[in-house]
């Protein structure tokens, strides 16, 4: 068995492409998504088009019955989740950022954390990276790392590059 990545907000922006890059190394994706199913259903389409592993699961991640859900039916599907890649709210920064963000350093970090938590209910050894949000340059990422478990930061153009070729993050 391969490597299972679980994307929230994999269904459009910087998600997508996380999502979209990580098939290219045999890794299975399960992309959770709240309200776009068109959206998410045409992500599934250019990943499996491209001979990628994918699901698609609805869940809203402020629910604590819907994400158990949500590790329940991605078991089902991939027999467990090794990585998860949650979306910390809107990009800010980088090459992709609105300029904008909903949440706060210490709010982004905060729902990375519960979603850590709850996948280590599920896997104790899972791998987070999360992407998006205000994290978008080296001093926000150290803040993510001294306030979170989560091992690494992605974002869309860590997994893409302008010749188009992916690369593996880390």
């Known amino acids: 068995d391969g490597v299972v990545a679980m994307v929230t907000g994999g269904s459009s922006g910087c998600g ?8 290219v190394w045999g890794w299975a994706i399960v992309i959770v998504y709240l309200e776009d199913q068109p959206t998410a259903d045409a992500t599934v389409a250019e990943i499996l088009a491209a001979e990628g592993n994918v699901v698609a699961v609805r ?6 019955l819907d994400v158990q859900r949500l590790f329940a039916e991605s078991s089902a599907a991939f027999s ?11 990009t800010t920064g980088g090459l992709a950022g609105a300029g904008a963000s909903a949440m706060s350093r210490d709010q982004a970090c905060d729902h990375v954390q519960k979603l850590i938590d709850l996948a280590r209910r599920e896997n104790p050894d899972v791998i987070c990276l999360a992407h998006g949000g205000p994290i978008s340059g080296p001093a926000d990422t150290r803040f993510l790392y001294e306030h979170t478990d989560a091992q690494g930061f992605l ?5 893409g590059t302008q010749d188009g070729q992916s690369r593996p993050p880390g």
């Open 16 to 23: 997508r492409e996380i999502a979209c890059a990580l098939p």
């Open 59 to 64: 869940a809203d991640l402020a629910d604590e």
């Open 80 to 90: 467990g989740v090794d990585v998860i890649v949650p979306h910390a709210g809107w």
């Open 155 to 159: 974002g869309a153009s860590s997994v």
